[in-house]
């Protein structure tokens, strides 16, 4: 049975860090990306970050392009979601998900609003000014 199981959300200050985890199980990374969502009450769910292992670099929202970095364990059985300088903007429920590559390959479903096939249950993540 394929689950996505999220970890490391929290409280913080603007400004610091959160490291969000996203274990991988039963679910091939030569098959799927992985990706990273947000949504924060009242507003549209927003694609963040994707991993895959086609791709030649990880994609990113321009929102977070220099604050988050995206990264998969050797075993490729966890990814990570490195946040920094966070903003009180980026205060949302984060969701790690999967999709297949498909035909065109990479996070190509990702980077054009296709949903994935599978979700995990999501983590809080607040941010306070």
């Known amino acids: 049975e394929v689950q996505l199981v999220e970890s490391g959300g929290g409280l913080v200050q603007a400004g610091g860090s959160l490291r969000l985890s996203c274990a991988v199980s039963?679910?091939?990374?030569?098959?799927?990306?992985i990706s990273w969502f947000r949504q924060a009450p009242g507003k549209e769910r927003e694609g963040v970050s994707c991993?895959?292992?086609?791709?030649?670099?990880?994609k990113y929202a321009d929102s977070v392009k220099g604050r988050f970095a995206i990264a998969s364990d050797g075993a490729k059985s966890v990814v990570h979601l490195q946040m920094d300088s966070l903003k009180p903007d980026d205060t949302a429920v984060y969701y790690c998900?999967?999709?297949?590559?498909?035909?065109?390959?990479?996070?190509?479903?990702?980077?054009?609003?296709?949903?994935?096939?599978?979700w995990g249950q999501g983590t809080q993540v607040t941010v306070s000014s």
């Open positions: 991993i895959s292992s086609t791709d030649d670099s990880p």
């Open positions: 039963d679910l091939s990374f030569d098959v799927y990306y």
């Open positions: 998900a999967a999709g297949l590559q498909g035909y065109m390959g990479g996070c190509y479903g990702f980077t054009h609003g296709y949903d994935p096939d599978y």
